[in-house]
Nanobody
Framework: HVQLEESGGGAAPLGGSVTLSCSTS????????IGWFRKSPGKDREGVAT????????????YFADSVKGRFNVRRDMAKYIVYLTMDSLKPEDTGMYYC?????????WGQGTQVTVS
């Protein structure tokens, strides 16, 4: 079992930046996928970033959705068990509730989410 907690959301200016944090209760980098998702008003939940397990075929690689590619980035602080999602060049469509999730085969564990509002 792993607990996840997001933080760092809030109001952000159009074209600005915000960094979200996902604190995990244990090391989940070796065998678990980590994902960042968002739920925007009127839209289905969207996966924005996937971090592959370090022991898997993609060896910790990171995949970004086309909608955020080149604007979002991920950084892992393995000593602190924190995964950061840095969001640059914010657009109105980046508004939403952002969640981090983890699991070995499916996303079994989810945080409570943190709201980002771009205006």
């Amino acid at each position: 079992h792993v607990q996840l907690e997001e933080s760092g959301g809030g109001a952000a200016p159009l074209g600005g930046s915000v960094t979200l944090s996902c604190s995990t209760s244990r090391n989940i980098y070796d065998q678990d996928y980590i994902g960042w998702f968002r739920k925007s008003p009127g839209k289905d939940r969207e996966g924005v970033a996937t971090i592959y397990p370090s022991t898997g075929g993609n060896s910790g690689g990171i995949y970004f959705a086309d909608s955020v590619k080149g604007r979002f980035n991920v950084r892992r602080d393995m000593a602190k068990y924190i995964v950061y999602l840095t969001m640059d060049s914010l657009k109105p469509e980046d508004t939403g509730m952002y969640y981090c999730a983890a699991g070995s085969r499916s996303y079994d564990y989810w945080g409570q989410g943190t709201q980002v509002t771009v205006s």
